[in-house]
């Protein structure tokens, strides 16, 4: 995707001093770990010095105003590339929420602001409270994704990150587009078992959810203007097809007019830019 990357440790501490410095004070970081490290049972997630733990900390460290969202979920640790474990072809709930709980604690631990359980378990959030809770994080947020949608948008995050299904797909834990009532059964699921926001991915193609959630629910709704909503505009815009800084502009204005509280866009930054 243009003007997106993959950052080392020290260059990310040098992107988030630049978005710091145009307003932009809240980063949903992502891991792309190694191939050796990733197997079926996807046990670096528990790596409390690994790699994602490791870069929470120096984030923190450095810029301790900062806003720290992570993402919680097995895809980027797991050989099999699903967001839960998997036995016999069948993702395991239950033991998957096990380590999704672990994994949100050691990102606590290391200075997280807000987990973001993106892997759409049962129960995960009500899991994941209870055990922050516990040891003494509840000023811990969760941004629970839970209007998480089984999208043709999320192609160019997962080629970045290679986290692609190694077999299958994600539709057995992701929600069916054409059902839109289920986005309302979630939320209220999340929203008793704890969660702090409610978020809705993809965001152009849900605009209808995320009006529909922010209508019936006094949470704050997030909505994930995903890598493939970005790539489109930016693939056209170069195409001179579309003035891609007044698509960007429009896009983003209607998420927030249907009701996004929060968004999260790869156009932050270019749009602060574009603002200042």
Same mark, same amino acid.
């Given at each position: 995707?243009?003007? %997106?990357?993959?950052?080392?440790?020290?260059?990310?501490?040098? #992107?988030? =001093?630049? &978005?710091?410095?145009?307003? %932009?004070?809240?980063? &949903?970081?992502?891991?792309?770990?190694?191939?050796?490290?990733?197997?079926?049972?996807?046990? =670096? &997630?528990?790596? #409390?010095?690994?790699?994602?733990?490791?870069?929470?900390?120096?984030?923190?460290?450095?810029?301790? #105003?900062?806003?720290?969202?992570?993402?919680? *979920?097995? $895809?980027?640790?797991?050989?099999?590339?699903?967001?839960?474990?998997?036995?016999?072809?069948? %993702?395991?709930?239950? =033991? +998957?929420?096990?380590?999704?709980? /672990?994994?949100?604690?050691?990102?606590?631990?290391?200075?997280?602001?807000?987990?973001?359980?993106? $892997?759409?378990?049962?129960?995960?959030?009500? /899991?994941?409270?209870? &055990?922050?809770? =516990?040891? !003494?994080? +509840? $000023?811990?947020?969760?941004?629970?994704?839970?209007?998480?949608?089984?999208?043709?948008?999320?192609?160019?995050?997962?080629? /970045?990150? !290679?986290?692609?299904?190694?077999?299958?797909?994600?539709? +057995?834990?992701?929600?069916?587009? *054409?059902?839109?009532?289920?986005?309302?059964?979630?939320?209220?699921?999340?929203?008793?078992?704890?969660?702090?926001?409610?978020?809705?991915?993809? /965001?152009?193609?849900?605009?209808?959810?995320?009006?529909?959630?922010?209508?019936?629910?006094?949470?704050?709704?997030?909505?994930?203007?995903?890598?493939?909503?970005?790539?489109?505009?930016?693939?056209? *815009?170069?195409?001179?097809?579309?003035?891609?800084?007044?698509?960007?502009?429009?896009?983003?204005?209607?998420?927030?007019?249907?009701?996004?509280?929060?968004?999260?866009?790869?156009?932050?930054?270019?749009?602060?830019?574009?603002?200042?």
């Amino acid at each position: 995707m243009p003007g %997106i990357y993959r950052w080392s440790t020290d260059l990310l501490l040098k #992107e988030i =001093e630049s &978005c710091m410095k145009l307003g %932009i004070h809240s980063f &949903c970081i992502f891991p792309a770990i190694n191939d050796k490290l990733k197997n079926k049972k996807a046990s =670096e &997630c528990l790596n #409390e010095k690994g790699l994602y733990p490791s870069v929470i900390r120096a984030v923190k460290k450095n810029f301790p #105003e900062s806003i720290v969202m992570t993402d919680v *979920a097995l $895809d980027p640790y797991s050989s099999d590339g699903h967001d839960g474990l998997v036995r016999n072809g069948k %993702i395991l709930n239950d =033991e +998957t929420i096990e380590l999704l709980t /672990a994994m949100s604690l050691i990102q606590a631990q290391a200075g997280a602001d807000i987990i973001g359980p993106s $892997d759409m378990m049962d129960g995960r959030v009500g /899991a994941i409270r209870e &055990c922050l809770d =516990e040891n !003494d994080f +509840t $000023d811990v947020s969760i941004m629970s994704y839970t209007a998480k949608y089984a999208s043709a948008f999320y192609g160019p995050f997962r080629d /970045a990150l !290679d986290s692609a299904p190694k077999f299958g797909d994600k539709k +057995t834990y992701q929600m069916n587009p *054409a059902n839109s009532k289920e986005a309302l059964i979630e939320a209220d699921l999340d929203m008793n078992e704890g969660a702090d926001f409610l978020m809705v991915k993809p /965001a152009l193609s849900y605009l209808d959810v995320i009006k529909s959630l922010n209508d019936n629910f006094d949470l704050p709704i997030a909505a994930y203007n995903v890598s493939g909503e970005y790539a489109m505009v930016k693939a056209a *815009a170069a195409k001179g097809w579309i003035d891609g800084d007044k698509v960007r502009d429009e896009i983003l204005l209607s998420i927030k007019r249907a009701g996004a509280f929060v968004i999260l866009t790869y156009f932050a930054k270019e749009f602060a830019l574009a603002k200042k």
